[in-house]
């Protein structure tokens, strides 16, 4: 439980109030941006990981998040169901986790994204 108000906290200071966020089930959250530009994603992406970060700095290791992203955007040349666009999304998803568990099979590295004590970027 203490996981979810972290997680809901973190999405909350994360998207705007004119966003929508809705929780899919277990640990999945979908996100809609409403006009979002084509840079957003990879902002919001970076801002997710930076609290995430952040969080499990703060709690000390009393528990650690982590979060996987899948982004997928409304084309209005080509539109297509909210159900197309969860599943793009959801397939992006997958495969950051993929990519995630191929990296710690192979050992440590640097994080991609890493913050100092005071929260901000290093």
Do not use: W
Not at 42 to 60: F, P, W
Request: proline share 4%; with cysteine; hydrophobic share 40%.
């Amino acid at each position: 439980m203490q996981e979810r108000s972290a997680t809901a906290a973190i999405l909350k200071d994360t998207f705007r109030d004119s966003d929508v966020i809705a929780r899919l089930g277990g640990d999945e959250f979908a996100m809609l941006a409403v006009g979002a530009n084509a840079d957003d994603p990879a902002d919001l992406e970076r801002r997710l990981h930076e609290r995430s970060i952040a969080h499990n700095v703060d709690t000390n290791g009393s528990f650690g998040l982590s979060v996987s992203v899948g982004v997928a955007g409304f084309d209005v040349d080509r539109p297509c169901s909210i159900n197309e666009l969860l599943a793009q999304a959801d397939a992006r998803m997958y495969a950051q986790k993929a990519g995630k568990h191929e990296r710690v099979a192979a050992g440590p590295e640097e994080p991609q994204y890493a913050l100092n004590r005071e929260g901000t970027p290093q």
